[in-house]
């Protein structure tokens, strides 16, 4: 893929075309040289998506529902891209997609754009290149992007919490460790969903969660509910995509929209710039000397880090 | 606690107190003011332990495994410290300390060295504040340092990969998004452990361990032994103790064990300086400006990048 081929792709109306949009997102994942020129070109088309974040533990239905959701918006017309974000690449390729193959009813569907995505390149790992998906996918005019990610580390919380909404889905008869890392996702959150409603222990897991909001200190204004669904069988999807809209309301009328859309900007800008540093010191020559010198414990670690950043 | 005082503890003498011990590594977690002084001070006393990571996905039995090893290790009369990194901070406090429970068997000898660490307020995060940990504990005099990291993400891996010899833990029978995750941990393994090796499916693992390994691109001279354990019976743990020996062998004949030193230090060093400019470009007063710019779509996000890193 040559610059100019690259560039000749970025109208909106190039967009529609799956092709060109796949090969957008082919250069966001690898960091191709064209990206600056590309985002540059994307940036004045953007901004009318809704961005709903799905996250969760692995388990937790997260495709299901995501499925669901891309149904219900479907049926009302809107356009639909969803992102899978796969958070331990470069490793696993294609485990994300092959969580795909529920999504399948969608495949024939031309209103609806589905990838998967990793950051093989990407200069500033996910939490650039996320954000650089999206924005491709508002300027190819998609009304609603899901992005889902597993919720495992920092990054995928981040990732998560790009969006104008985020969903953190738990499971019934979660164990300790599960809980710690539901703590983190906890701080997203929007709208917690309990997912797999049917089993016995549901009503204990909401009751948890509703606790755990009752102590932590939310934003003003909007107290997370908890929903619970069986994905499965599309049980209370009506009513989560009911308090979806009530919290696109609220972020409008909040004030709160704008703010989030200026922080993830602020996100962007940051990991790019960190990237950009982080290529330039790890490419130092100085730094293999200097690590000698801490391996040997002749230089503190301290001591080499200023003399590496002030070469 | 002050400058002074912090400083006062870093003799190997003062070290040998658990309490002077413990203050250090709250200082490296805190990223206190202390740190770079006490850093440089520890520097020429490390070099001596032998540093084991274990990674493995929540449930593989790591905690089983590193008391197991403890124990091995103990009947020889090292000194062990273990060190288990949790990877969700600042979220989950408590939650591996919850699992430290399995090692009270230790709690009363005075040779054994156990703490739970996050990251809470260290520039460049664990990748940062892991190796200084290990430097601590190294100047401390513990002959062993078991490094305990859940695989759950990049950063993690990447801590398990500090250390000298890396132990990655399966578990038969795992599903499709672990396997994925295991793709990640191969990488990293020095010697593979399939744990709970009484289930009937242990085998079957252990075979499509060795297949991928033969796959594999490993370093020269090494190929990473796949073990089988029953950890809580202590079933194999011998075995395990063998490999982790005859792999601390092939790096110092190698002239690995140096490179891996030298490579740790260069992470460490790098990991430093990145957060130190991340720190720099974050409290930019440009950033806001930018931020709001390329949220407007009058701005592209490289060029907000560019303009931030050349304040």
Do not use: C
């Not at 560039?7 to 909106?12: D, G, P, V």
């Not at 009506?238 to 900007?265: F, I, M, N, P, T």
């Amino acid at each position: 893929v040559s610059d100019t081929s690259a560039t000749s792709t970025t109208s909106a109306e190039r967009l529609r075309d799956p092709r060109a949009l796949a090969r957008v997102l082919s250069v966001i994942e690898d960091g191709s040289p064209q990206l600056p020129t590309l985002m540059n070109e994307l940036a004045p088309l953007a901004g009318n998506a809704r961005v709903i974040g799905l996250t969760g533990a692995p388990g937790a239905g997260k495709s299901t529902i995501t499925d669901a959701l891309t149904a219900a918006f479907r049926a009302r017309g809107a356009r639909v891209a969803v992102l899978a974000v796969d958070p331990t690449s470069p490793f696993t390729g294609g485990a994300l997609l092959g969580d795909r193959v529920r999504m399948q009813r969608h495949a024939t569907d031309p209103d609806v754009f589905i990838r998967s995505m990793a950051s093989r390149g990407h200069l500033g790992g996910l939490s650039a290149a996320a954000p650089q998906a999206i924005r491709a996918l508002d300027a190819a005019g998609f009304a609603v992007i899901l992005v889902e990610t597993v919720g495992v580390g920092q990054a995928e919380v981040e990732v998560a919490g790009m969006a104008d909404t985020t969903v953190v889905l738990a499971v019934p008869g979660m164990g300790d460790s599960v809980q710690a890392a539901k703590a983190g996702l906890l701080e997203v959150a929007d709208v917690l969903v309990v997912n797999k409603a049917d089993r016995p222990d549901a009503q204990h897991t909401v009751r948890d969660l509703r606790a755990m909001i009752a102590l932590a200190p939310w934003s003003e204004g909007w107290k997370p509910p908890v929903e619970t669904t069986v994905a499965t069988t599309g049980e209370g999807i009506d009513e989560l995509v009911r308090q979806l809209d009530r919290h696109w309301d609220w972020l409008a009328s909040s004030g709160e929209r704008d703010r989030r859309r200026v922080a993830r900007a602020r996100d962007e800008i940051l990991a790019m710039a960190v990237g950009a540093a982080t290529r330039r010191l790890a490419s130092s020559p100085r730094l293999a000397e200097l690590a000698a010198q801490v391996a040997a414990g002749t230089l503190g670690p301290y001591e080499a880090a200023a003399d590496l950043a002030s070469v």
